[in-house]
Structure formats: C-alpha cells, structure tokens
C-alpha cells in the first residue's frame, strides 16, 4: 500500500516496510501466546494444569499490563488525556510493554494514524475498507482483529509520534521490548514457583499468567478494533462507525465504550453512562488523587449533550 501525505509538507504516512526478522518476530507474538489459549481448556480438564495461584497471579499480571495498555498506551500516550508525573510515565510505558503488544512507540504511531484516517483507506485496522457484503465484512473482520498485524506496511514515526521520539526515557523503554517481553513470561513463573515452592507451578504460571494471559488480552485489545467498529450502539456523533459493546468492558477496562472515545479522542473516561463501567477512568482518578496525573480531561455535561445532540441530526 502506497500513501502519500495528505497536506502540502507533511512527512508520509507510511516510513518503509518491515524486514524479514521483524516479520517472523510478529507470527511469534501472536501465534504463540494463541496456541497455549487453544490448548488452555483441554489442558485444564484432563491433567488438572490450572491452580488457584496460577489464577491469582494471571489476574494480577493482567490488570498490570491491560492498565498499561489503556491508560499508558492508549489514554496517555496517544491522546494526552492526562499529564503524568515521570515515574508513573516510565512506569506506565513498562507495564503497557508487558502486555506484548509492540513498543510504545511504535503502537502509538499505528493507533494515531488509526485515528487520523478512521475506518477509511489508510486506517491501518478498519473491517470497512473491503466493503458491505457478507464476504467483505467478513474479510474485514479478520482484517482487524489480526490480519493487520501481518502488514509489512511501517507507521512513520516521525510524522505521528515526534513527541514520543524526542523524549529520552520513553526511547529507552521502546528500545528494551525484547526485556519486557521476556519478563511478563518469566516474572510470571517465578512468582507461581515461589508461591508453591515447586518447578511444576513455576511451569503452569508460565503456562496460565504468561501465555494465556497475554493471549486473552491481545484477543480483548483487537476487539475493540474490530468487534467495537461492526456492532452495538452509537450514542455520540462520531465521523466513523465506531460502537459500544457493553459485555467487553469490564475484561477491556473501559476501552469498549469506544463511541464517545472516537466522538472526543481526549476524554479520560471512556464509559459515561449510568452503570458503565470504566476501570481505566477509576485508575486516572486514583493516579489524580494521589498527585501523580494532574490536567486530566474529564468530561463535561455540555460537551455530552452537544455530541449527543449530532447524533440524532
């Protein structure tokens, strides 16, 4: 895929493709972690491979790098909902890495230019660029969920994350994701080795809160590109098809509320309605009133009921 620059000046869209080392290491993060979620129920029925610390640890290491997702990468990152004190920046960066879902860097360059060309050409994840039709959809649906990831294609970093770039600390995070990819397997068995004093609950933490948690989250995190820009509701105006679907939110930390995320990118709460529930907002909140995010851009009544208000015109 060829883009150019959309206005006079600005750098391309898209900075070369990937070489072959760098393709081979994306069927590894992804195919991976996939297989040990196939193989997770059977394993767990026939030869007992699941205990009770495998699920504590697994749900401790989920809810650290699934909060680094959406209020690192995604909420911080990517659209300044908040400003961050340097600790909880760096630490913020770290934990999303633990998710093993790419360096921050290079995953806010591809989530901005999602944002910048949404479900049209040049949206690096959208399931509507191949069309309405039942094939179509169904094409795009495999699209974003996965198939995007296979795209050779580069995010110029350069043209959608020079903050990020300029800044020292976040380069050098970026540049240890080999670590922290290694470290959310390894940290994961240790801590279940340690808890029942045996090399067998180190191998089933490394099975359960390693592997298959970094695969549940890749599968809730790919979701919200996929299944929130097909169905469920569109309170807010938006220039796109993205939706709410309320039964991922909870596993999402608030992502799947993604309508009025795509109608106000900035907003710090996702979940605005009564009874959604937004546990990447709660953290925001946590982190706010321990001092250590301050300008945070929580919603005003007016500027719902404006979007509101488009939506229905």
Known sequence: ?????????????????????????????VFVP?????AAIPLAVTVGFLGWADVA???????????????????????GSFKAARGLKIALAVAGSLAMQGPVIKWVADHRRHHAFSDKAGDPHSPWLFGTGTRALARGFWHSHTGWLFDRDLTNEERFTPDLLADADLRRVDSLFGLWSALTLLLPALVGGLVTWSWWGALTALFWAGLVRVALLHHVTWSINSICHMWGERPFAA???????????????????????HADPTCARHGVGKGQIDLSAVTIRVFEKLGWATRVRWPTTKRLERLERLAGE
């Open 239 to 261: 220039r796109d098809r993205s939706a709410n679907v309320w039964w991922l939110a909870v596993l999402s930390a608030g992502e799947s509320w993604h309508n009025l995320h």
């Open 34 to 38: 996939l297989a040990a979620l196939l």
């Open 57 to 79: 640890v697994g749900a401790v290491f989920y809810a650290v790098s699934c909060l680094g997702i959406t209020v690192g990468y995604h909420r911080y990152f990517t659209h």
């Open 1 to 29: 895929m060829t883009l150019a620059a959309d206005r006079p000046g600005a750098k391309p869209v898209l900075a070369g493709t990937r070489g072959l080392p760098q393709q081979l290491g994306v069927y590894v993060f």
